[in-house]
């Protein structure tokens, strides 16, 4: 229109419909508002969860440096370029890194801050009262009408106080309401323990996230290899491998000790598709709560753990510990005792690594392997035929050098590198293998010294765990499967019945049913109700004719009525609608 100026609608001014908006600025409080909204949404919780999912992937690609250092400084060794750059991303210490740490946080506030506003709001409605009574009940998903014949002298008032006992003996929190008017009704509704459950759900999510937090700042676990005869203390230095949380203190550490008195494998014998199989691992053990407690024997075995000083200790191998006497070439002993080897085969076939970094004038060193039940096969070559040790025997190759161990660098026990040693024995050389059975001596070529192969002993490979907060992870866990449980199959619902009495004196009662959300089983409800109401007002009355009088009428007693039985030319409404005419949101 002609005439407006520039601080018109369409002027210059920016407000028009082709200037610029212009949007408020926030300000400090107000973005802080913002953020703190956005972290708290469900959609970023979620967000958050599959991103630290994501977030642990690398924990499985690199080696980690808490469980396995020598590792990591084998990998940065080879991987001189790419390195120290994986390091300073801290992908070798995934878990405890800054980026994974931070994920973690923003998860958990996330969550307390989707929490806690629901909380309130459930406590709110469920002090508040059931929704107000539809002026349409007929509108509603599942709709019923009765007529109670006039000679059961009930009134509308009191007929509405009896259907509220009894959907109060439901399950129902109730509200009578209009009993002055001529229609009168009532308002129930139950299923707030979905929502109870949801919330349970959780808020004992958090708590596990808590409890691992926990575990992870003060647990620690621990490998110990224990032979037959010998004792584990529990101190840093009596572990083979150890594994602190991040506020870990030695202070932790309760002061039991272990001794391993014998150890026993029971094999099958019988079967003979499984013969020499394993069947039952037994560790017997004697137990020390204290350096001053009395001593008591404890039975180890698989799957059924020891728990001692708030540690649990399982058992998760065991195997052979060939006992080895070494002597150097001046005659003094080098080594001498049980050596542990690693189990190959079900047969126990067992790698074998001996190291005497004390011989003298030369370190001396051996690789080979032990044989329970030593046998030849065609080719000549050894073997072990059973896994109970019948026909023991030592095959060895034999090495002098500089074993590596004065370094400071830490290395395998169980791998002996060989590339800057001497080999002396071995089936390439003149001077053969080494091949002892029990009680033999061997003297190495050169007067480099001797082994002898003094017995055998089994020993047990112990994984010990600390976590002081395992209890209430539990106990969280099995909360929140239960709060899921009760939001998947629990369900909300609301029930309104409205009386009225009909111009001939009967009382006419409608009901409708309506559900918060997806439930399958609001028929079978409605069922119940009217199955309820039936049994109160009409059990063992005839069938009632209606005169079709009055605003009220509804059909004979025993017939259930649809919002289309009723109406056959309206449609049903909309959801928005149905919501506003129930109160649903309220």
Same mark, same amino acid.
């Given at each position: 229109?002609?005439?407006?100026?520039?601080?018109?609608?369409?002027?210059?001014?920016?407000?028009?419909?082709?200037?610029?908006?212009?949007?408020?600025?926030?300000?400090?409080?107000?973005?802080?508002?913002?953020?703190?909204?956005?972290?708290?949404?469900?959609?970023?919780?979620?967000?958050?969860?599959?991103?630290?999912?994501?977030?642990?992937?690398?924990?499985?690609?690199?080696?980690?440096?808490?469980?396995? *250092?020598?590792?990591?400084?084998?990998?940065?060794?080879?991987?001189?370029?790419?390195?120290?750059?994986?390091?300073?991303?801290?992908?070798?210490?995934?878990?405890?890194?800054?980026?994974?740490?931070?994920?973690?946080?923003?998860?958990?506030?996330?969550?307390?801050?989707?929490?806690?506003?629901?909380?309130?709001?459930?406590?709110?409605?469920?002090?508040?009262?059931?929704?107000?009574?539809?002026?349409?009940?007929?509108?509603?998903?599942?709709?019923?009408?009765?007529?109670?014949?006039?000679?059961?002298? !009930?009134?509308?008032?009191?007929?509405?106080? /009896?259907?509220?006992?009894?959907?109060?003996?439901?399950?129902?929190?109730?509200?009578?309401?209009?009993?002055?008017?001529?229609?009168?009704?009532?308002?129930?509704?139950?299923?707030?323990?979905? /929502?109870?459950?949801?919330?349970?759900?959780?808020?004992?999510?958090?708590?596990?996230?808590?409890?691992?937090?926990?575990?992870?700042?003060?647990? #620690?676990?621990?490998?110990?290899?224990?032979? /037959?005869?010998?004792?584990?203390?529990?101190?840093?230095?009596?572990?083979?491998?150890?594994?602190?949380?991040?506020?870990?203190?030695?202070?932790?550490?309760?002061?039991?000790? !272990?001794?391993?008195?014998?150890?026993?494998? &029971?094999?099958? &014998?019988?079967?003979?598709?499984?013969?020499? @199989? *394993?069947?039952?691992?037994?560790?017997?053990?004697?137990?020390?709560?204290?350096?001053?407690?009395?001593?008591?024997? /404890?039975?180890?075995?698989?799957?059924?753990?020891?728990?001692?000083?708030?540690?649990?200790? #399982?058992?998760?191998?065991?195997?052979?510990?060939?006992?080895?006497?070494?002597?150097?070439?001046?005659?003094?002993?080098?080594? @001498?005792?049980?050596?542990?080897?690693? *189990?190959?085969?079900?047969?126990?076939?067992?790698?074998?690594?001996?190291?005497?970094?004390?011989?003298?004038?030369?370190?001396?060193?051996?690789?080979?392997?032990?044989?329970?039940?030593?046998?030849?096969?065609?080719?000549?070559?050894?073997?072990?035929?059973?896994?109970?040790?019948?026909?023991?025997?030592?095959?060895?190759?034999?090495?002098?050098?500089?074993?590596?161990?004065?370094?400071?660098?830490?290395?395998?026990?169980?791998?002996?590198?060989?590339?800057?040693?001497?080999?002396?024995?071995? &089936?390439?050389?003149?001077?053969?293998?080494?091949?002892?059975?029990?009680?033999?001596?061997?003297?190495?070529?050169?007067?480099?010294?001797?082994?002898?192969?003094?017995?055998?002993?089994? #020993?047990?490979?112990?994984?010990?765990?600390?976590?002081?907060?395992?209890?209430?992870?539990?106990?969280?866990?099995?909360?929140?499967?239960?709060?899921?449980?009760?939001?998947?199959?629990?369900?909300?619902?609301?029930?309104?019945?409205?009386?009225?009495?009909?111009?001939?004196?009967?009382?006419?009662?409608?009901?409708?049913?309506?559900?918060?959300?997806?439930?399958? &089983? !609001?028929?079978?409800?409605?069922?119940?109700?009217?199955?309820?109401?039936?049994?109160?007002?009409?059990?063992?009355?005839?069938?009632?004719?209606?005169?079709?009088?009055?605003?009220?009428?509804? *059909?004979?007693?025993?017939?259930?009525?649809?919002?289309?039985?009723?109406?056959?030319?309206?449609?049903?409404?909309?959801?928005?609608?149905?919501?506003?005419?129930?109160?649903?949101?309220?």
């Amino acid at each position: 229109m002609p005439g407006r100026g520039k601080g018109g609608r369409n002027g210059a001014g920016g407000k028009g419909r082709g200037g610029d908006v212009q949007l408020p600025s926030l300000g400090p409080l107000g973005t802080l508002r913002w953020a703190w909204t956005q972290l708290t949404s469900m959609r970023t919780a979620l967000f958050l969860l599959l991103l630290l999912a994501v977030a642990a992937v690398p924990g499985s690609l690199f080696p980690q440096r808490p469980a396995n *250092p020598a590792v990591v400084t084998q990998y940065l060794k080879d991987n001189p370029d790419t390195g120290p750059w994986l390091d300073r991303l801290q992908l070798f210490d995934v878990y405890s890194s800054v980026w994974f740490s931070a994920i973690y946080l923003l998860l958990f506030i996330s969550l307390i801050g989707c929490v806690i506003p629901r909380a309130k709001a459930h406590y709110r409605a469920m002090r508040s009262k059931p929704p107000r009574t539809p002026k349409r009940l007929s509108r509603l998903p599942e709709y019923g009408t009765l007529a109670v014949p006039a000679s059961s002298g !009930l009134t509308a008032a009191a007929a509405v106080k /009896e259907a509220a006992q009894m959907l109060r003996k439901r399950g129902y929190r109730v509200d009578v309401r209009d009993l002055d008017t001529d229609r009168p009704s009532v308002g129930a509704e139950r299923g707030f323990a979905k /929502e109870i459950g949801n919330l349970v759900f959780h808020t004992a999510l958090i708590g596990v996230l808590i409890c691992i937090a926990v575990g992870g700042l003060f647990g #620690y676990s621990g490998q110990k290899v224990v032979v /037959e005869g010998e004792s584990f203390v529990n101190t840093l230095v009596g572990y083979d491998s150890f594994t602190p949380g991040t506020s870990f203190t030695e202070q932790q550490l309760a002061p039991y000790s !272990l001794t391993l008195d014998k150890f026993s494998v &029971r094999f099958d &014998r019988e079967s003979p598709t499984h013969y020499g @199989q *394993p069947l039952d691992f037994t560790a017997d053990m004697t137990v020390k709560e204290s350096p001053d407690a009395a001593e008591h024997t /404890e039975t180890l075995k698989v799957n059924a753990p020891l728990t001692i000083g708030g540690s649990r200790v #399982y058992l998760v191998g065991n195997g052979y510990a060939p006992v080895v006497t070494v002597r150097d070439g001046e005659g003094n002993i080098a080594l @001498q005792g049980p050596v542990v080897s690693v *189990p190959s085969d079900g047969m126990y076939t067992s790698l074998m690594v001996i190291k005497a970094p004390d011989a003298k004038p030369d370190q001396l060193g051996f690789v080979g392997f032990f044989l329970p039940t030593a046998m030849l096969d065609e080719q000549g070559v050894s073997y072990s035929g059973d896994p109970d040790p019948i026909n023991p025997q030592l095959n060895l190759n034999a090495y002098y050098g500089d074993l590596g161990l004065d370094d400071g660098v830490p290395s395998n026990v169980y791998v002996l590198d060989t590339e800057d040693l001497t080999e002396i024995n071995s &089936r390439n050389l003149d001077a053969g293998g080494i091949v002892l059975g029990v009680n033999e001596t061997y003297e190495l070529p050169d007067g480099k010294g001797s082994i002898s192969f003094d017995g055998i002993k089994r #020993y047990a490979a112990l994984d010990i765990h600390y976590d002081p907060a395992k209890i209430w992870v539990l106990t969280f866990a099995t909360l929140s499967l239960a709060g899921l449980a009760a939001s998947l199959f629990l369900a909300r619902r609301r029930v309104w019945v409205r009386t009225g009495t009909h111009a001939d004196g009967r009382i006419m009662v409608e009901y409708g049913l309506l559900a918060r959300g997806e439930d399958q &089983r !609001l028929a079978t409800e409605a069922a119940a109700v009217r199955d309820l109401l039936q049994k109160q007002w009409l059990a063992g009355a005839g069938p009632v004719e209606d005169n079709g009088a009055g605003g009220t009428s509804a *059909p004979g007693a025993g017939q259930h009525m649809t919002d289309r039985d009723e109406e056959p030319g309206a449609s049903a409404d909309s959801n928005a609608a149905q919501e506003k005419e129930t109160g649903k949101d309220s």
